[in-house]
């Protein structure tokens, strides 16, 4: 199931599940998850893309390790809001991966300076220039993923699902 607005997908999640959150780039596919308490994002792998097929069994062999509840998507966004070819991309995944993971929760996130954040934080860790090209995508996937986490917190706070 995709979800446009954060709080229906708040309200599709399963209780006590990990969420995970995906950057998707062109050649890459950042990922990060969270905890069951969905407290933090995490970090975790740069997926190097090949085809739909073998992106989507390595991302679902992840959510069934983690047993995920839902997944987020960053929306790549142009600066004036809009949305562009890559966003379409980023939507015809979801539309695959929900054939593939029916009942799947399944939201976007604007992921607009999510890279230029997740380049900051690591130049501030004083992260060598080699190791920042092999993290960035999944920190930048962190980033996304703590951005939805932020708001699902709010909503609990005003009386919303968590």
Not at 24 to 53: N, Q, S, Y
Not at 73 to 83: V, W, Y
Not at 93 to 113: K, M, Q, S, V, Y
Not at 143 to 157: C, S
Request: glycine share 8%.
């Amino acid at each position: 199931m995709i979800f446009d607005d954060v709080e229906q997908f708040a309200a599709a999640l399963p209780p006590m599940r990990a969420l995970i959150g995906l950057d998707l780039g062109e050649k890459t596919i950042g990922v990060a998850v969270t905890d069951r308490f969905r407290a933090v994002a995490t970090p975790l792998e740069t997926v190097r893309r090949r085809k739909f097929g073998l992106d989507a069994a390595r991302l679902s062999e992840i959510m069934a390790d983690r047993e995920i509840g839902g997944l987020v998507l960053g929306l790549p966004r142009n600066m004036d809001g809009s949305e562009g070819a890559r966003c379409q991309s980023t939507r015809a995944f979801a539309r695959n991966f929900d054939r593939l993971h029916p009942g799947l929760a399944i939201t976007f996130w604007d992921e607009r300076l999510s890279t230029v954040a997740a380049e900051r934080a690591l130049l501030e860790a004083d992260t060598t220039r080699k190791r920042r090209a092999e993290v960035i995508d999944h920190v930048a996937a962190g980033y996304i993923l703590q951005g939805v986490l932020d708001r699902l917190a709010v909503l609990a706070r005003a009386g919303g699902t968590r």
